[in-house]
């Protein structure tokens, strides 16, 4: 039993032919182990060109900066748009406390929203009753808005975009887990003012740990570089007017990155080939409901699949059966606990309306990652089945 292979969630996946290591060696080979380098400016060409293509041949003209982590990522976003002490920035409820800390950091409070049942999101118009709210209750605008794309999951952009114009609130989007997900045919993370990429070691591609911000052109891009960097003004000596921060991704990491991208449509690929298998293999559970895009312009990377559990149905509840898939070997993991449920952010104002708390009283994660084979799927349904009472 002690060497049983367990199916994990979605564990990091290197390159059959070993490009990562290709490029960390050049690294080596040529001194460029320092942070900047070529691999850094090189993974950030490649993200650029991932990025800006959409499905209509239209090519957008987004920066991208490489970055130490995905929270770093949102903490720059944050500085750039100049949100500080005493400030509100309104946050998605349903989603990793990653999204919401550097709000915090910032000396700021995060004003939770919750989602809408069809993409698990943030809802568009308790997004707006919750801006007309805070502007009665405190006599200002948010200064930003987070939404996110929880499991690879698009939101309804389009219509939150449409709130955020309308009071001209500058939207940071989340997406950390939705690397080269599509909405309307356009890469999340280029539609709103910056957007945010990870690259930790469960994410859809790794560089180990690392992240990237999204910007709208070259001068912002510059801007978040430099306070990335220290902010270090332009002097022989170290002279700052500016309190900076050291967020750069290092050429070793970036050397992973690029690797990465030379599979990450193949990764992507594997993600969204398991919504068939799982849809196929769950359609006559009844009581399992398997978490699918609900439009059709809407193209997840599907990064994790989801399922909710409904107890009456199914016999067992969400708990119940992770137990018993944790008994097979399989990992499962309970959905996000919304950001308004917990003890840290309990003063936090949070505009809710029950679906969050209903999804995490019943979700549960179920594997999907690049090391997932299909006798693993065939186990999990099969395991998953068998647990019906
Ligand atoms: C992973 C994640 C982040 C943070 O990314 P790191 O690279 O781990 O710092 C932010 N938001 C969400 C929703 C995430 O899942």
């Given at each position: 039993m002690a060497d049983k292979k367990r199916i994990l969630l979605c564990l990091a996946h290197m390159s059959e032919t070993g490009e990562e290591m290709k490029f960390i060696k050049e690294?080596?080979?040529?001194?460029?182990?320092?942070?900047?380098?070529?691999?850094?400016?090189?993974?950030?060409?490649?993200?650029?060109?991932?990025?800006?293509?959409?499905?209509?041949?239209?090519?957008?003209?987004?920066?991208?900066?490489?970055?130490?982590?995905?929270?770093?990522?949102?903490?720059?976003?944050?500085?750039?748009?100049?949100?500080?002490?005493?400030?509100?920035?309104?946050?998605?409820?349903?989603?990793?406390?990653?999204?919401?800390?550097?709000?915090?950091?910032?000396?700021?409070?995060?004003?939770?929203?919750?989602?809408?049942?069809?993409?698990?999101?943030?809802?568009?118009?308790?997004?707006?009753?919750?801006?007309?709210?805070?502007?009665?209750?405190?006599?200002?605008?948010?200064?930003?808005?987070?939404?996110?794309?929880?499991?690879?999951?698009?939101?309804?952009?389009?219509?939150?975009?449409?709130?955020?114009?309308?009071?001209?609130?500058?939207?940071?989007?989340?997406?950390?887990?939705?690397?080269?997900?599509?909405?309307?045919?356009?890469?999340?993370?280029?539609?709103?003012d910056y957007g945010v990429m990870s690259f930790n070691g469960n994410k859809m591609i790794t560089t180990s740990g690392g992240g990237a911000l999204i910007c709208p052109n070259e001068e912002a891009a510059k801007r978040i570089l430099f306070f990335a960097t220290q902010a270090r003004e332009p002097f022989p000596y170290y002279q700052h007017e500016h309190i900076g921060f050291n967020y750069r991704m290092s050429n070793i990491c970036a050397g992973i990155g690029r690797g990465q991208m030379t599979i990450v449509d193949e990764h992507i690929a594997h993600h969204v080939r398991a919504r068939d298998i799982y849809a196929q293999g769950l359609a006559d559970v009844d009581g399992i409901t398997l978490h699918v895009a609900p439009e059709d312009d809407m193209e997840p990377n599907y990064w994790l699949h989801t399922v909710t559990v409904d107890p009456e149905k199914f016999g067992i509840d969400y708990d119940q059966l992770r137990i018993i898939l944790d008994e097979a070997g399989i990992e499962s993991r309970p959905l996000w606990k919304p950001m308004h449920l917990q003890p840290v952010y309990k003063d936090a104002p949070a505009y809710v309306n029950g679906v969050s708390e209903k999804l995490f009283a019943r979700g549960l994660c179920l594997p999907s990652g690049p090391m997932v084979t299909d006798e693993d799927f065939a186990l999990i349904i099969s395991t998953i089945k068998g647990a019906k009472k």
């Open positions: 690294a080596f080979d040529t001194n460029w182990v320092v942070p900047l380098g070529p691999n850094v400016n090189g993974f950030e060409q490649d993200l650029e060109s991932f990025i800006n293509h959409c499905d209509d041949g239209r090519t957008l003209d987004k920066k991208v900066v490489a970055l130490s982590a995905g929270t770093a990522a949102i903490h720059l976003a944050l500085v750039a748009l100049g949100v500080g002490a005493g400030d509100e920035v309104i946050c998605q409820s349903f989603t990793f406390a990653a999204s919401a800390n550097p709000v915090v950091y910032q000396g700021a409070t995060p004003v939770f929203v919750d989602s809408e049942p069809g993409t698990w999101n943030m809802d568009p118009n308790l997004l707006e009753e919750a801006i007309k709210d805070r502007i009665a209750k405190t006599g200002r605008k948010p200064k930003a808005i987070i939404p996110v794309y929880l499991y690879g999951m698009p939101a309804y952009i389009d219509e939150i975009m449409d709130v955020a114009r309308r009071y001209e609130i500058p939207v940071l989007e989340d997406a950390a887990e939705g690397f080269g997900t599509r909405y309307r045919g356009q890469v999340v993370g280029t539609i709103g």
